[in-house]
């Protein structure tokens, strides 16, 4: 892939880069804290830039629908306050960062930072056309944001070198990448990013 130079009308979007699902945390997903150089590194990028920076958080109701206690799939993770619903303590976000609370709803899980947040309208406000992606995990909020960032008409770029993957079967992954790239989206790495 070839350099992507930033340009008015992009934005990122980082997708639940929370403790809970770091190692250590209740979900945590291997290998996710040493996204956050990368992740960082590309934070610098957008602000050096003066580019509008979005992360999206994982902001759970108590006895959420999502968790094994209520039949859901998933141990308790990013209860909303908790510190495990903290973004990760060595993430750069910048003050100024428009964070996108999601599957707020106790009765609805909801993997997709578009899905019933105002996300969209707010990229469309600011009149976004491109859209980076980066953050956790690969094959659940990843591919979800991705696909919808999608459908919503934005250019949709991921960065394959700053997600993990949950991995709950192996392959699980590669076989989101592979849908994401079918649905439309390009994979770049952080360091083709330019200014
Ligand atoms: C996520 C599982 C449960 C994610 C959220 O952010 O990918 N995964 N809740
Ligand atoms: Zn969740």
């Known amino acids: 892939m070839n350099r992507v130079t930033l340009t008015r009308g992009d934005a990122l979007l980082i997708v639940d880069v929370q403790k809970d699902f770091l190692p250590g945390g209740t979900l945590g997903v291997a290998g996710g804290d040493l996204l956050i150089p990368a992740i960082n590194q590309t934070i610098e990028r957008f602000r050096q830039a003066d580019l509008p920076i979005y992360a999206s958080r994982d902001w759970h109701p108590l006895r959420h629908c999502s968790f094994q206690e209520q039949g859901g799939p998933w141990p308790p993770h990013c209860v909303a306050g908790s510190p495990g619903a903290g973004f990760a303590d060595n993430l750069d976000l910048p003050p100024d960062s428009q964070i996108i609370s999601k599957a707020t709803d106790i009765r609805n899980d909801a993997y997709s930072a578009f899905d019933h947040t105002s996300l969209a309208s707010r990229l469309q406000a600011l009149g976004i056309r491109r859209l980076f992606i980066c953050g956790l995990a690969t094959e659940f909020c990843v591919l979800s944001s991705t696909t ?46 330019g200014t």
């Not at 394959?160 to 849908?179: C, P």
């Open 148 to 193: 919808d960032a999608i459908k919503s008409g934005f250019t949709t770029l991921v960065l394959g070198d700053a997600i993990a993957a949950i991995e709950n079967q192996a392959g699980d992954g590669a076989r989101a990448i592979d849908t994401m790239k079918r649905a439309g989206a390009t994979i770049i790495s952080c360091s083709n990013i």
